[in-house]
């Protein structure tokens, strides 16, 4: 009797990155922080005054490096970027940038909420940008 080939289970994919789930994390957390400063801080122009000259530009700094850590947190070898982590980053990035353009409009021109009130029209801009992560992460779906 001549022993049958064993198949050899298949290759589960690239191993997780603590690297890269700690970078794409930090990234994410320093980007919120950079606009949280700049809100909380440096926007009345009293304190951090470099960071108040830089305006409006503090919340291109501080969405592209969050987008970059979404973006990052999409390779197959962070826990988003593999399995069903596509599917939730995917979804939740859809999700996030559709709120993000709702509550804009809905809350009207006046509203309250600081980063709303202080982006005027770019919310758009930064709901669209939340929904091409969105894309990004869907490239990786199987």
């Given amino acids: 009797m001549a022993d049958a080939p064993r198949s050899t289970p298949a290759p589960t994919g690239a191993p997780t990155s603590i690297v890269r789930t700690v970078l794409a994390a930090a990234l994410v957390i320093a980007g919120i ?13 009293q304190k951090l005054t470099w960071m108040g000259d830089l305006g409006r530009w503090n919340f291109l700094i501080g969405l592209a490096v969050l987008f970059i850590g979404l973006i990052v947190a999409s390779h197959p070898s962070a826990p988003l970027g593999r399995g069903r982590g596509v599917i939730v980053g995917m979804l939740g990035c859809f999700l996030i940038g559709l709120v993000w353009i709702c509550v804009y409009y809905i809350a009207g021109p006046d509203n309250s909420i600081p980063v709303l ?26």
Avoid at 117 to 142: C, H, P, S
């Fill in 33 to 45: 922080a950079w606009m949280a400063v700049f809100i909380n801080v440096a926007q009345d122009g």
């Fill in 117 to 142: 009130r202080n982006l005027d029209q770019y919310n758009l801009l930064v709901g669209i940008a939340f929904m091409a992560v969105g894309f990004v992460f869907a490239t990786k779906w199987e």
